[in-house]
């Protein structure tokens, strides 16, 4: 079972810059699509961005789309969000999780970083 430990958050102001990075341990990433989820107070989790096994195809939601970069290094058994332009509705709860192959659902999931920004 892997394990995902988020890590990057933090209080900035909008219009900031943050890297998210979230590390895998107990098994190898590398084979996986990988994705960014957040949970904002009082709402239900989101789509924020998934990333193929190789890095070649990445998909994000509409909005952080031209904002947020995702990317991988599974010779680190990495992912990372980069995250630009921030604006305070960015506020969140920040997740990685690991794309189970055979039901297409995400698991794995880590405790999540805390991303704030101020307007």
């Known amino acids: 079972q892997v394990q995902l430990v988020e890590s990057g958050g933090g209080l900035v102001q909008a219009g900031a810059s943050l890297r998210l990075s979230c590390a895998a341990s107990?098994?190898?990433?590398?084979?996986?699509?990988m994705g960014w989820f957040r949970q904002a107070p009082g709402k239900e989790r989101e789509f924020v961005s998934t990333?193929?096994?190789?890095?070649?195809?990445?998909y994000y939601a509409d909005f952080v789309k031209g904002r947020f970069t995702i990317s991988r290094d599974n010779a680190k058994n990495m992912v990372y969000l980069q995250m630009n332009s921030l604006k305070p509705e960015d506020t969140a709860v920040y997740y990685c999780a690991v794309r189970v192959p055979v039901t297409g659902d995400f698991g794995s999931w880590g405790r999540g970083t805390q991303v704030t920004v101020s307007s």
């Open positions: 107990g098994g190898t990433i590398s084979e996986y699509t």
């Open positions: 990333i193929n096994w190789s890095g070649s195809s990445t």
